[in-house]
């Protein structure tokens, strides 16, 4: 899959970056002879972003290309997207002359924050396929982008731009007006007006202004909108009561401040010199990362509970597993089945730099729960009362890992009687195949309601008989058996 | 300490919660015979939410007392605040009554989102000690809380509120000038006015407008505000640059839906039944719980960059250890040294229903590296280029626990040379210091540049030798020394 791109700034850059790491090939389109420069730098941001975020292996990165025309761009790409200056005249020119190098389905959508489709698309080869496909800084990590047609476009257009933007982790809003500003950025606008006010006014500084949103709405904005929340707000008495109770205070005094302030020479000298003391010695690069880290643990913490952006992150997840090899349904039982694989999260690592060795029990657990799914315990045998519950675990630190790092673990059965069994992991980067580290599980199955040893389902017996007839061939690994203090063979 | 409440819908009720959870009593006068009850679902949601937030174990919970008059609340006091319905007359009455039985000193402070100081201390026995406290939904999970004077107020009595929201968790906003709905309620509110819009004129659904918030903008504003947020998104020229290029916009003809739409019943049903389809089956109970847990993640999240409302987060985390028992610097080694507690999160919890396995070691290991520090090992030593580090654990796995118990941590020395060192940790429920799991760890000290083995510092030798002539004195425990698959003894 190719994607074609028009304008290589910090937005045409997000996109570059995202379609990248997704395994997509770029070719890009911008005049501006430090445009690979500043995409590469948007890249490598990007690349340590997204590595973080996401458990599961990001597919091969795909090819950037930078080419000296936008019909060059749009030649042979699968679909096109345009980031140019926000200068109607400059977008409708670029989107004019690379219709007419791409086919006729394939679908172009625009980045802008503001201006209409329906004049975008005037002028194009096969207007019908144009949409705006509006994302949010950084492109690379915020899943929101704004889909929205003009006066010509087709509804099969607005469709294929929401599959591009699913299969890369995003989250499409398909608008069913075209307004100027769309809906996020009419939003974000009348904050920002209120803001200027507030300075202008000197009521509060920019810092103060952050503070104010960033410890109180907008840690829950972060998750649920404001109607959900005041939703909330109104309690058992419903939206129509919270509505009843404030609604009335909209015509306070203190809502008619709602010109825009003028920004005069002396405003922008407050702003400026506020903003350069709230960043203090923090340079652009530094605000990045720390804003990148910021989103990544939201966006990671709010997916332990698989809502807002922590649903669209797992769902794109699941797909990036989907996309990898699958864990065979029939494993080979000639030798340890490879049961689990993953990436070393930043939060994995101590400050002796490397991954902590609390870690690999956990990676080593984790991988036992996959061993326990191939042999039959699922959900509803867990409802029935049954499971395995770990008794004792020896682990065995072999080698060092870091952040970032690939690593898989194969599963050996030991030996198994009704009620027990033993399983040995082992944990190899996936570069080299190194042993990392190793873990012998005593597992018992248990009957939960009586909370005591049973015999497991004779169903599952069978699986492990069928895996002990290969895996009792194989030789004992010389970690398993150990005791601490006991000489390394 | 204790604390006078006014009020208890759901913001008193949220103060109630908060000041209880944090070890205060609390006195509150709400003439509406059903506070009780509302005040005790606050305060149980508040209860689940707190312990799940933070890492270490709350002081034990304050009283709550529901008296008849705003005087007898206000007895005794070392705080006021009043939470009572944003009606001025109301409040100032409320206030005027409760500041004749508080001693002269004691600040009262005002939880009201919009009524000017000014106005709610006229009347007050005196009344500079009255100031805005403006805390946000809910209260005893959102950090902020805007402190405003009026015109009579003290500096002073700015100050205490401060200290006291301090104690308690919050990060305190002082503002600089006297102005009808303060900042955070001015940046909300026109959002809120340009969200109405776009219901009113068809363009977007409620859910569909929080959807632009959160996916977006949303993600963003839960650690920065808009000025940061814009000053990064201007790159490396600045923040001048960015209001050069966007300013103009503020002039667009999208920036004039300034009014307040008018709130006929036509537009009211239209929100209405929008909150309700958003909504789908969950009640509002249900909602509160998924939005206090969404903010315990971003919360959780945000500490581990110790940014925004993680570094708040970890700032009162810090606080509620140092009001716990001290690890003493003077350890009593007649026994195994207690090194460590913890509550066991709700993430640490499988499908079992139990703690996971892995989070034993997890817990086994941080005991550890306080063992560790007891021992000498703090950051310039790690920076000398020393550290140890573990090659091999072993963990017995004796009783379950659940999410919310209390847990805490013994360190035994069993034997040491100058390269290594054997530990044994026991870890034990609070409630009643039964057994629930016990590791064993061998730690080999490493020079960190060559990466080998290295004889620790003489220092550090002499501490292990000091704590070695208690502990080769107790008995070895059952577990120490055994490998897998060995009958339990």
């Given at each position: 899959m190719r994607v074609g791109l028009l304008g290589g700034g910090v937005i045409g850059g997000g996109w570059a970056a995202r379609f990248l790491l997704n395994g997509f090939d770029v070719q890009m389109y911008d005049p501006d002879p430090e445009a690979p420069r500043k995409v590469g730098e948007v890249l490598a941001n990007a690349r340590r972003a997204t590595t973080k975020l996401v458990m599961p292996a990001l597919p091969a990165e795909g090819t950037l290309t930078f080419l000296d025309s936008p019909e060059a761009a749009a030649t042979g790409a699968d679909f096109v997207q345009e980031s140019a200056p926000e200068r109607l005249e400059l977008k409708q020119q670029l989107l004019r002359r690379a219709s007419t190098a791409a086919g006729p389905d394939i679908v172009f959508a625009s980045s802008t924050s503001g201006l209409l489709p329906s004049l975008l698309q005037q002028?194009?080869?096969?207007?019908?396929?144009l949409v705006v496909g509006h994302p949010f800084n950084p492109v690379y990590l915020l899943p929101l982008v704004e889909i929205c047609g003009g006066s010509q476009s087709s509804a099969a257009a607005a469709d294929r731009a929401a599959a591009v933007y699913e299969t890369v982790g995003m989250h499409p809003l398909r608008l069913r007006k075209e307004i100027d500003g769309f809906v996020a950025d009419r939003l974000l606008e009348a904050l920002w007006r209120e803001a200027l006010w507030l300075v202008n006014d000197g009521v509060a500084t920019a810092s103060e202004i952050d503070d104010a949103i960033r410890f109180g709405a907008g840690l829950r904005w972060s998750f649920m909108g404001t109607f959900l929340v005041y939703r909330i707000a109104g309690g058992e008495a419903g939206m129509r009561h919270f509505m009843a109770q404030f609604?009335?205070?909209?015509?306070?005094?203190?809502?008619?401040?709602?010109d825009v302030p003028e920004l005069t020479d002396e405003l922008l000298d407050t702003i400026v010199s506020q903003s350069d003391e709230q960043a203090g010695a923090a340079s652009i690069r530094e605000l990045e990362v720390l804003r990148d880290d910021c989103l990544i643990a939201v966006m990671q913490g709010l997916r332990t509970v698989g809502y807002g952006a922590g649903e669209v992150l797992d769902r794109y997840e699941r797909q990036l597993f989907g996309r990898?090899?699958?864990?065979?349904?029939?494993?080979?039982?000639?030798?340890p089945v490879r049961v689990h694989e993953c990436r070393v999260p930043t939060?994995?690592?101590d400050y002796n730099g490397h991954?902590?060795?609390s870690r690999y029990m956990q990676l080593s657990s984790e991988a036992g729960d996959r061993f326990l799914r191939l042999i039959g315990m699922d959900s509803a045998y867990l409802e029935s009362g049954r499971s395995f519950f770990t008794v004792e675990s020896h682990v065995n630190y072999v080698a060092q890992t870091r952040a970032g790092d690939q690593l898989y673990v194969t599963v050996q059965l030991l030996s198994h009687d009704q009620k027990r069994m033993r399983l040995f992991t082992a944990m190899r980067r996936?570069?080299?195949?190194?042993?990392v580290a190793t873990a012998e599980h005593m597992m018992l199955h248990v009957d939960t309601t009586a909370d005591r040893a049973s015999p497991a389902d004779p169903v599952i017996l069978a699986k492990l008989a069928a895996i002990a007839e290969y895996h009792d061939r194989l030789p004992a690994p010389p970690q398993a058996g150990r005791h601490i203090g006991q000489p390394s063979r």
């Open positions: 002028g194009m080869t096969h207007p019908e396929r609604g009335p205070t909209l015509q306070w005094p203190w809502t008619k401040l709602m990898g090899t699958p864990t065979a349904v029939e494993p080979d039982l000639t030798a939060d994995w690592v991954t902590n060795d996936s570069d080299d195949d190194a042993l």
